[in-house]
């Protein structure tokens, strides 16, 4: 009877061992895939936040100026250092308009975000308190402005704007101007338009713009992907900036 008992716990343990290995290779996959899909879903949220903004930013200019602006439907590239490891960088969204060229980068973040340890920094607040230092889209927008300023005519006027697309992000009041919250944009937008017209001059040409930008730029999906390629192979710059 004992020699029974001793087969049968044998069994038994033999038993829980099978279920237990492919279990646990299981969950290293869920795991895996789960890094994976976290990126894939910050990737989702930083895209779902360009839309909220590029669908603002139609309806505002619209308002503003009729059918004389141009927003293209999607990322810019700039060449800003051709024959580099890093040639392109990417412009969220690029508006030309009659009182100015815009260069916005979109950043849909939640909580409450602070100004940083210096101007190229903010800290983002989350739940709990959590604190978590980020690269100002000020600063990310700072070299293509530059290349924008040092192609085009000095008569343009050239600004980067960082847009903040989450409904429950909040933005401390000490943090640059140019930093502002989604629902913001239309005023800002509105004040630049006021300030052109009392100076008097000229309105840019927005056809003329555009061609203009596109001797240093490019929309095409080939050179995009290509671009994407690139900068994937830092994920903790993307994680930290995608969204």
Same mark, same amino acid.
């Given at each position: 009877?004992?020699? +029974?008992?001793?087969?049968? /716990?044998? !069994?038994?343990? *033999?038993?829980? %061992?099978? #279920?237990?290995?492919? =279990?646990n290779?299981a @969950?290293?996959?869920?795991?895996?895939?789960g890094?994976?899909?976290? +990126?894939?879903?910050?990737? /989702?949220? !930083?895209?779902? *936040?360009e839309? %909220?903004? #590029?669908?603002?930013? =139609?309806?505002?200019? @619209?308002?503003?100026?009729?059918?004389?602006?141009?927003?293209?439907?999607?990322?810019?590239?700039?060449?800003?250092?051709?024959?580099?490891?890093?040639?392109?960088?990417?412009?969220?969204?690029?508006?030309? @308009?009659?009182?100015?060229?815009?260069?916005?980068?979109?950043?849909?973040?939640?909580?409450?975000?602070?100004?940083?340890a210096?101007?190229?920094?903010?800290?983002?607040?989350?739940?709990?308190?959590?604190?978590?230092?980020?690269?100002?889209?000020?600063?990310?927008?700072?070299?293509?402005?530059?290349?924008?300023?040092?192609?085009?005519?000095?008569?343009?006027?050239?600004?980067?704007?960082?847009?903040?697309?989450?409904?429950?992000?909040?933005?401390?009041?000490?943090?640059?101007?140019?930093?502002?919250?989604?629902?913001?944009?239309?005023?800002?937008?509105?004040?630049?338009?006021?300030?052109?017209?009392?100076?008097?001059?000229?309105?840019?040409?927005?056809?003329?713009?555009?061609?203009?930008?596109?001797?240093?730029?490019?929309?095409?999906?080939?050179?995009?992907?290509?671009?994407?390629?690139?900068?994937?192979?830092?994920?903790?710059?993307?994680?930290?900036?995608?969204?």
């Amino acid at each position: 009877m004992s020699g +029974i008992f001793a087969f049968l /716990a044998v !069994g038994y343990l *033999g038993w829980r %061992l099978i #279920r237990r290995a492919p =279990r646990n290779r299981a @969950t290293r996959v869920r795991h895996f895939h789960g890094g994976q899909t976290s +990126i894939a879903r910050d990737h /989702a949220r !930083g895209e779902a *936040g360009e839309a %909220l903004t #590029r669908a603002e930013l =139609r309806r505002v200019l @619209t308002s503003l100026c009729g059918n004389d602006f141009y927003l293209h439907d999607g990322a810019v590239l700039l060449n800003h250092a051709p024959g580099t490891a890093y040639p392109t960088a990417e412009i969220d969204h690029l508006a030309v @308009t009659p009182f100015g060229l815009f260069v916005i980068e979109t950043k849909n973040w939640s909580g409450y975000i602070e100004p940083g340890a210096d101007a190229s920094e903010l800290v983002r607040v989350g739940p709990g308190g959590k604190r978590e230092s980020r690269k100002s889209p000020l600063a990310q927008n700072r070299s293509k402005v530059a290349l924008l300023n040092a192609k085009l005519p000095k008569v343009w006027t050239i600004e980067g704007l960082g847009v903040f697309s989450a409904p429950d992000c909040v933005l401390h009041p000490d943090l640059p101007p140019t930093l502002i919250h989604i629902n913001e944009l239309s005023h800002c937008l509105r004040l630049r338009r006021h300030e052109f017209r009392l100076s008097g001059q000229k309105p840019i040409n927005v056809s003329t713009a555009w061609k203009a930008i596109m001797l240093n730029a490019s929309i095409d999906a080939n050179e995009l992907e290509e671009h994407y390629k690139r900068v994937r192979v830092i994920p903790q710059v993307v994680a930290r900036n995608a969204v």
